[in-house]
């Protein structure tokens, strides 16, 4: 049965990791979605602001709720416009695209694990070093997620292409 | 990496729009090409090089600084 899972998974990456390669022997990025997307990208993120802003002034039950709510739909809006096709979607556009990945990346992670050791030390400056590292699981997720599956692409790309 | 796709393009008689419109990209990518901004993909050149009837060589051509 182990044998089973494992050989049907091992199929299931292999044929995901082809369509990858392919995309990228095109010179794709990734499936983009409609150039329309991007104004319904805006109104979402526009439309959570603004009832974040409400539901900030409304001292509700659910107040917390939805405020966090309307933060990841802040977060939906903002990745529907990263995956948005430019009106003039031509080589150029997809290298500068690729660019932006990279160094939304790098630049992104780099900026968030300096912010934790920052903030530690600014704490230890003022001897209020807290017991334990206040490490957030989702953070961890996150960016252990990014690295993960760079290293792994980046393996797989150098066999495959 | 310099060019000479604004010189094929004044002997062929076409501005930077219709040259566009004949290889399939926009506008703004043939002028940063010919503000040597950036630098083509094999496809493209070949494109050109089909188009304005002569060699890659004779619209691109590598400098010392490229070596």
Known sequence: ??????????????????????????????????????????????????????????????????????????????????????????????????????????????????????????NSIKDELPQEWEYNQSFFFIISSYLFYYLMYFQVFKKQL | MKNTVHVQRAIHHMNQTELAQAIGVSRQTISSIEKNRYVPSTVLALKMSRLFKVPVEDIFILEESDE
């Open chain 1, 1 to 122: 049965m182990f044998v089973i899972i494992t050989n049907i998974l091992y199929a299931m990456k292999n044929s995901i990791l082809k369509k990858l390669c392919e995309f990228d022997k095109k010179g794709l990025v990734f499936p983009l979605l409609p150039a329309s997307i991007l104004w319904i990208g805006i109104g979402v993120c526009t439309f959570s602001i603004l009832t974040m802003t409400i539901v900030a002034a409304q001292a509700g039950d659910h107040a917390l709720f939805f405020k966090e709510l309307c933060m990841h739909f802040i977060l939906v809006g903002l990745f529907m416009m990263t995956l948005a096709k430019d009106k003039h979607e031509d080589e150029r556009i997809k290298r500068l695209r690729y660019r932006a990945f990279a160094f939304a990346f790098v630049l992104g992670t780099f900026t968030l694990l300096m912010m934790r050791i920052v903030v530690v030390t600014i």
